[in-house]
């Protein structure tokens, strides 16, 4: 057995010795604009799909088919991802396509994969091919959204990408502001110095917010309007930090200056907010439950009433905590849930909210989440940024 492993050894000393010369000579091609090898390629694609197939297995997908899932997921894929991989009605990177190896077309490889799979890789990008990882990985539901949208993406057209991605279909303005034709905001000077300043940031903030603050898809993206603008800029402060979660707002922001982040929030915070029929049918007896947990909160379980911090209340309250009456259900509930795994991430009171959601059943957090959801956004009104 040894005689037969010397020449083995041998062998391989050799080949080590080769490979260690051709390096150091710099004689392998590492440049981009050399490609690989059919072989290479082959190799290396093959090495990637297994990895990600074992990697992924265990991982379970939530219900995918929800429309407010698939609208976040396509916000995202317009801006962070379409840029490289393209888009119906949108061509790849010219730049993209040079790297190696080039960003594939997506719509004809996402029946390949499976939900986990696609997930996996959304969250963990893969190395050597200029596929990022999830800025946030605290933020599964993010990429979850993403998944949502990659499976809506092969039976595409361009209108219904746009739609999805922009809030409308080609031809469209999706920044159209109600009531700024009448006059009724008090921030029309504003909204003009913002839009001449900073037109392509508020035109990236409405495709998901809308320019009138109301939101996009029933939950999809929060309402702005009418909120605190203190709340609204120290959230984009630490949208922008990191330390409130998110892959999706924190490259949006990382890059603004205070003062851009300012007039950000001034201009959402003086937008009127309109009441919008949200579509969920509740019952009664939940807006009941939701109502008493907000005034009165839960003493046995240490859950202190909500309207003292949040409204609708007579009394002034810290102007750092949000406005949450007419805000979307689906919306205020995904933000307990991320409060209760301790996964969203934001100012210095996050943890008073942390250890609130902690103590709420999820009934409970559903019922709280429908009785906000049900006020009109004037109910805020009494209680909003009182200093």
């Not at 492993?5 to 000579?25: D, Q, S």
């Not at 979660?245 to 009127?272: C, K």
């Not at 807006?287 to 003292?308: F, K, Q, Y």
Request: hydrophobic share 40%.
């Amino acid at each position: 057995m040894k005689r037969c492993a010397w020449p083995l050894v041998i062998v391989f000393a050799v080949l080590g010795a080769i490979g260690l010369l051709v390096v150091g000579l710099g004689l392998v091609p590492v440049g981009a604009s050399s490609g690989h090898l059919a072989v290479t390629s082959w190799l290396l694609h093959f090495t990637m799909r297994q990895a990600v197939q074992t990697r992924a297995l265990g991982i379970e997908a939530p219900a995918l088919d929800d429309r407010a899932l698939v609208v976040r997921g396509a916000g995202h894929f317009d801006s962070g991802c379409a840029p490289c991989h393209g888009a119906p009605g949108v061509a790849q990177s010219e730049i993209a396509l040079q790297t190696t190896p080039p960003p594939p077309e997506l719509e004809p490889l996402i029946h390949e994969w499976q939900p986990r799979e696609l997930f996996w890789i959304v969250k963990h990008g893969v190395k050597y091919t200029g596929m990022p990882a999830w800025v946030a990985q605290q933020r599964d539901d993010e990429v979850w959204a993403v998944v949502a949208f990659l499976l809506q993406l092969p039976e595409l057209e361009p209108d219904e990408y746009r739609k999805l991605a922009h809030g409308e279909p080609a031809g469209h303005d999706n920044g159209s502001t109600r009531g700024a034709a009448d006059g009724r905001h008090s921030n029309g000077a504003g909204l003009q110095a913002l839009q001449a300043s900073s037109g392509a940031l508020l035109r990236s903030c409405s495709r998901c917010h809308l320019r009138d603050g109301s939101g996009r898809g029933d939950g999809a993206f929060p309402r702005l309007a009418d909120q605190n603008e203190t709340y609204l800029f120290t959230a984009l402060q630490a949208f922008a930090e990191g330390t409130r979660f998110s892959g999706i707002m924190q490259p949006l922001v990382a890059g603004l200056d205070e003062t851009a982040m300012r007039d950000l929030a001034r201009h959402y915070a003086s937008q009127e907010a309109v009441p919008v029929a949200q579509q969920q049918s509740i019952a009664g007896a939940a807006l009941r439950r939701g109502a008493d947990i907000a005034r009165h909160g839960i003493p046995e379980r240490g859950v202190p009433s909500c309207i003292h911090c949040h409204g609708p209340s007579q009394a002034p309250h810290n102007p750092y905590y949000p406005v949450l009456a007419g805000q979307y259900a689906a919306y205020l509930i995904q933000q307990l849930e991320l409060f209760h795994a301790e996964k969203r991430g934001g100012g210095p009171f996050r943890r008073i909210m942390n250890a609130v959601a902690h103590r709420l059943e999820p009934d409970q957090i559903r019922d709280v989440a429908a009785y906000y959801a049900s006020l009109p956004p004037a109910a805020a009104n009494a209680s909003a940024d009182q200093h």
